[in-house]
């Protein structure tokens, strides 16, 4: 709990921590999926679906039963994805892509999917749709934040160079969950 909270509030440490630990990230990774395939299997039993599944060969009636059964796998690779390419653009010791995997789990879960579960319990499906519209770009610019000062504090590089790296790592994963995630 405490390597999740100094990722939010103190990346450079929760870095240097993962860092000299045989923390690998997988288990934040792991939180993310089973947080949003939780999200997913309520919205499925409460009989929502989305408006569109294009791309997807699912019937907008039954993709969140689908996705509640592919969300863990996707959260994982999506992780990797972020961590891999951020770590490479950064020119960093490969081992860097260990607390990347942490952030990218910590962050997504505590600002995106923990408040939708939230939003969903408390006020249905319909504040879902109102409360992506602020969830999502303060997650993508959090998480860019944490990841940009770990690849700046662990790998030092200049810290231009660490934004651009999680950015494009940022997109790269973007580009893989676009079409899965609704």
Known sequence: MRLWIDTLWRPPVAARRVLHSDVKGFGHL????????????????????????????????????????????????????????????????????????????????????????????????EALGTLVRITAPITALALLAVAGAQLHSAAQVAPARALLAATVGLLAQALVAAPLLR
């Open 30 to 125: 792991t939180v993310l999926g089973l947080s949003w395939a939780a999200l997913m299997a309520l919205l499925a039993l409460a009989g929502h679906q989305p408006s569109a599944t294009a791309g997807l060969a699912v019937p907008p009636a039954r993709y969140y039963a689908v996705a509640a059964a592919y969300v863990l796998p996707l959260c994982l690779l999506l992780g990797e994805i972020f961590a891999r390419v951020a770590a490479a653009l950064a020119g960093a010791d490969p081992r860097l892509r260990r607390p990347l995997r942490v952030a990218f789990g910590a962050v997504v879960c505590t600002l995106f999917v923990w408040p939708d579960l939230l939003a969903f319990a408390v006020g249905g499906f």
